[in-house]
């Protein structure tokens, strides 16, 4: 009897475990298929709480998926093997993409410790499916023996893609040194995590609060209303707050009289990261360079940046230095003329001082206004941000024929994004976008970025539509007034709709080729290639509209802003490759040691004659492109894809119709649509005819005539 007691009570016990268990999968939405309009998140109902189990659960079932694909007993094929491989997933690919955009635009520390919880059990996951050796044996196996020709090209991409991707990963090393590879992944995936948290913590962290009036001379209206409502955001009502997100402190450099107060806030900017707290990032940098020299040398390569470029179209580290040194011979000249001329202006104005790095952007807006009569505060009202945004819909519209229209019935996960259904032409569904275009000081990162909430690709023979977004960092609207861009701004959001545009116009068979999977010297062509557009005269004239009159932008004011086109392109083209070179001189070391993050950054900036007056446009320790967001020995790739862009655009000009539709069809067709389906330069030769030429790249930035 108490044997029958026990027992009963056991599986009571079992039973109810289960039930719980069965319970928390009911109301985790991850666990199902999304039951939302064309299949997006349901955001309202999504909570931190459910990211660990989805995660841990689409693990399993992603495990489960590879191990029965590695394990079949029928011959591999390339249906029964890459495609399997390629379809599996589903549901850790849902998690990832939600969770990613949510820790980039919405993080707290909740979603952070997750993050530090969930990171080497994905990095394990993934070291699982790339080591698995019955798993590469079948791979190996159709990339040995399948009839090529009988194989489309996409086809026989996605075959080199994964062949290589099991290479890259260690698949040919012995067990000891896999096993030492796991160790890195997983130490690097936390590092890059810690390099981003530290990053975000410490522009956080700063604030320079204003208490006097006059310390706010020579700031625009609309700053100081911006800044009276950061400080009572955070308690200091009555006073005025500027902080390290670009919005804040750009146009406090632009415009700002003070020159002590110009300089505390930029120091505070560029020292971040190396203050020497916690929130350091210099050991974790040593820790990075060091591992990754490691991995690329256990994998065969002389350097990381060999590794990192061997799947890129610079193919190697020289070939991409070749550019920027190029670049730099052109740019540095023209760096140290508008130097010349910033001081003379400080001498002229009564001011004995040496230009300093926190004095540049000051007196380069003075030099503006007195050669061309252009004062941005002047332009600000015609670029009202939903205005901008029609205005770019308006240029899709006109180049590929796609409509937008604003869905309010889409749950979003802050109430300021909106979201939009795509359409074709012929009123088919393209995808969703969302934009999330606004500034939120400790819970998003800096900088605009692109991505997906789900990918385009024909799964199980059923087309799946793209679910994308766009993130900025403009100035919110604050009480009746809307948010007003600056023409770098407005770029900005022409570029990273250019992103989307390659991902809602995918017309891809396989999810890993899809969209913007691309090599990262040409993921930016479709995005750069939206910028030209954007000051375009007829384009201006589309979307330019005073915010409070609805007055067109007028010619003088237009014909202002292609004068003035050229100006500063010398230190804007300077402090890029200046940390277009840094990020190649950390990742071309050969030998593991122990850096000393300040010297070396300043012997690599010594060595190119970076002058003193301009400092890289990231500096090490708040590097996040190339220490936490995959861009290591690539950020060179903005570079390398503007001579793409400038000679893409070339082709629109030369027909004298910035829209022709022929034109633009053929880039649709040969570019956006294709994803990573063929080699880079075969596609863009299939759109332009021919690889492109240099020379527009130093027209595009005045350089030559």
Same mark, same amino acid.
């Given at each position: ?6 027992? &009963?009570?056991?599986? !009571? ?10 319970? =928390? ?50 011959? #591999? ?26 820790? %980039?635009?919405? @993080? ?27 798993? &590469? ?15 489309? !090209? ?12 099991? +290479? ?17 992944? $997983? ?21 320079? !609060? ?7 001379? %020579? ?5 100081? *209303? ?29 415009? *700002? ?29 040593? $820790? ?44 540095? /000249? ?31 807006? $003075? ?33 590929? %024929? ?17 979201? &939009?259904? +795509?359409?074709? #032409? ?12 606004? #500034? ?35 100035? /919110? ?14 770029? @900005? ?55 409070? !009159? ?9 014909? $202002? ?11 804007? @083209? ?34 190119? %004659? ?10 090490? @320790? ?51 649509? =294709?994803?990573?389906?063929?080699? /880079? ?25």
């Amino acid at each position: 009897m108490k044997k029958f007691l026990l027992i &009963f009570s056991l599986l !009571t016990m079992l039973y109810s475990c289960n039930s719980t268990g069965d319970q =928390k999968k009911s109301d985790n939405p991850f666990f199902t298929e999304f039951d939302t309009p064309n299949g997006v998140p349901p955001f309202d109902k999504i909570k931190a709480e459910h990211f660990l189990p989805a995660f841990e659960e689409a693990i399993l079932r992603n495990a489960a998926e590879v191990d029965s694909i590695a394990n079949n007993a029928e011959p #591999a094929t390339f249906e029964n093997t890459f495609v399997a491989l390629d379809e599996s997933g589903q549901m850790l690919r849902g998690v990832s993409s939600v969770f990613g955009a949510l820790t %980039g635009a919405q @993080t707290d520390s909740v979603l952070q410790k997750i993050d530090e919880e969930i990171n080497p059990k994905l990095s394990e996951h993934s070291d699982n499916i790339y080591l698995n050796e019955k798993l &590469f044996a079948r791979i190996k196996s159709v990339y040995d023996n399948a009839d090529r020709t009988k194989l489309t !090209t996409e086809q026989n991409q996605l075959i080199d893609k994964y062949y290589k991707r099991f +290479v890259r990963s260690g698949i040919l090393l012995d067990g000891s040194k896999q096993a030492r590879l796991r160790e890195i992944n $997983k130490e690097l995936g936390m590092l890059s995590l810690n390099f981003a948290n530290n990053t975000l913590a410490e522009t956080a962290a700063f604030k320079l !609060t204003i208490d006097k009036k006059e310390d706010l001379a %020579g700031l625009p209206d609309d700053i100081i *209303a911006a800044a009276a409502q950061t400080a009572k955001s955070n308690g200091e009502e009555g006073k005025w707050m500027f902080t390290l997100s670009k919005p804040s402190w750009v146009p406090f450099l632009q415009y *700002a009289d003070n020159r002590d107060l110009r300089a505390k806030l930029y120091k505070a900017m560029y020292n971040r990261g190396d203050n020497d707290n916690a929130n350091d990032n210099k050991a974790i940098i040593n $820790k990075i360079v060091n591992l990754r020299l490691e991995k690329a040398n256990m994998l065969g390569y002389a350097t990381h940046a060999d590794f990192s470029l061997d799947e890129t179209m610079a193919k190697t580290p020289a070939a991409a230095m070749e550019l920027l040194n190029n670049v730099w011979k052109y740019a540095l /000249p023209q760096a140290q003329k508008e130097s010349a001329e910033l001081q003379a202006l400080a001498k002229k104005e009564g001011k004995d001082i040496t230009l300093e790095s926190w004095d540049w952007w000051y007196y380069a807006e $003075k030099l503006r206004e007195e050669k061309y009569a252009l004062d941005e505060e002047a332009l600000k009202p015609y670029f009202k941000a939903d205005n901008v945004r029609d205005g770019v819909f308006m240029v899709a519209n006109k180049l590929y %024929g796609i409509n937008f229209k604003q869905v309010t019935d889409i749950p979003v996960y802050q109430e300021d994004v909106q979201v &939009f259904e +795509v359409t074709d #032409a012929d009123s088919t569904l393209i995808g969703i976008i969302y934009l999330d275009y606004y #500034a939120r000081d400790g819970r998003k990162r800096n900088g605009a970025w692109m991505g997906s909430f789900r990918k385009q690709e024909i799964y199980k023979g059923k087309f799946v539509h793209p679910i994308i977004y766009n993130v900025g960092n403009f100035n /919110p609207p604050i009480g009746d007034k809307p948010s007003l861009l600056t023409l770098e701004q407005v770029e @900005t959001l022409f570029h990273e709709f250019g992103h989307g545009l390659h991902g809602l116009l995918s017309k891809c068979t396989y999810y890993t080729l899809s969209g913007t999977s691309v090599p990262r010297d040409f993921v930016e062509l479709p995005s750069q290639v939206m910028e030209h557009w954007a000051f375009e005269p007829e384009v201006l004239k589309m979307y330019a509209k005073h915010y409070e !009159t609805g007055a067109v932008i007028p010619n003088e004011l237009i014909k $202002k802003i292609q004068n003035a086109s050229y100006f500063n392109q010398g230190f804007a @083209t300077t402090e890029f490759l200046a940390a277009s070179i840094l990020d190649m001189k950390w990742h071309t070391i050969d030998k593991a040691q122990d850096f000393d993050v300040r010297k070396f950054e300043a012997d690599a900036m010594n060595e190119i %004659g970076l002058p003193s007056d301009i400092i890289p446009r990231y500096r090490s @320790t708040y590097f996040s492109h190339i220490f936490s967001g995959g861009y290591s020995a690539g950020y060179y790739s903005y570079m390398w894809s503007e001579v793409l862009d400038a000679d893409a655009f070339q082709a629109f000009v030369a027909t004298g119709n910035i829209f022709d539709q022929a034109t633009a069809k053929s880039f649709r067709e040969n570019v956006l649509s =294709k994803g990573g389906t063929d080699d /880079p330069m075969v596609l863009y030769k299939k759109f332009r005819g021919a690889e492109p030429n240099p020379i527009y790249l130093l027209k595009n930035r005045g350089f030559v005539k």
